[in-house]
């Protein structure tokens, strides 16, 4: 199944995250059939997601996927490491910045401490729920460079997921190619050329916190 968007009948910037889900959560209607699981990628895009799993009648939960950032510019990635360890390297960056194996096995190491905690502050220290033979929906509240939202699609597909879908209300267009090979299918309500920082998309971008993040799971019956 192959989603399709249209951008004309979209506002120009989005009131917030929890505005851009109600929006995704139309798009993504064709899903609902498919019983599937909504994981958030914390933090940002719980809010984004918690429209989407109510619309959807889905199960929601967070998967916990951290950016592994260049020493010298932390929003930098060069790749990313999610929860159940798995971790995906851009080795362009790695080379370009001139990182060594030690460096880059440091940096891993302290997000993957920081993964396990954020692990035990939403999810109480529980396991992420099986998606075997599942439909998943990943949900983000934009895609920049793509390397956590790759990242997450391989974790899940490893561990068994029947489908994969990510979802987000901006991508960028070069990501979105690189992405769609990833995933069975990805919902991005805008994909513009030259995306800028995600925030610029949306009137109302303020920090996301943990118990902004506990509380919505909390709601939502996790």
């Known amino acids: 199944m192959r989603t399709e968007t249209s951008e004309t009948t979209l506002p120009a910037t989005f009131a917030n995250r929890a505005h851009a889900g109600r929006l995704l959560a139309t798009a993504l209607a064709p899903w609902r059939a498919s019983n599937p699981i909504v994981l958030a990628l914390p933090r940002g895009g719980v809010p984004v997601a918690v429209p989407i799993a109510e619309a959807l009648g889905a199960q929601l939960d967070v998967l916990v996927v951290r950016k592994l950032g260049v020493p010298s510019n932390p929003e930098f990635g060069m790749g990313a490491i999610v929860e159940d360890g798995t971790i995906v390297l851009e080795p362009s960056v790695v080379t370009m910045v001139g990182l060594d194996e030690t460096t880059v096995k440091r ?6 401490r920081e993964a396990r905690r954020r692990v035990e502050r939403y ?3 529980h396991p992420l729920p099986s998606v075997a033979g599942r439909t998943v929906i990943l949900v983000d509240d934009g895609v920049a460079t793509g390397g956590t939202a790759r990242a997450a699609a391989r ?3 490893r561990a068994g997921a029947k489908k994969v879908v990510l979802a987000v209300p901006v991508a960028a267009a070069e990501s979105v190619v690189r992405l769609e090979t990833e995933v069975d299918d990805l919902v991005a309500l805008k994909r513009p050329h030259g995306l800028g920082a995600v925030g610029d998309w949306y009137d ?7 118990q902004d993040v ?6 939502a019956g996790r």
């Open 123 to 125: 999810r109480a220290g």
């Open 155 to 157: 974790a899940v597909r």
């Open 204 to 210: 109302d971008f303020s920090q996301v916190s943990d």
């Open 107 to 112: 940096i891993s190491e302290d997000e993957s």
């Open 214 to 219: 506990v509380t919505a799971l909390r709601a």
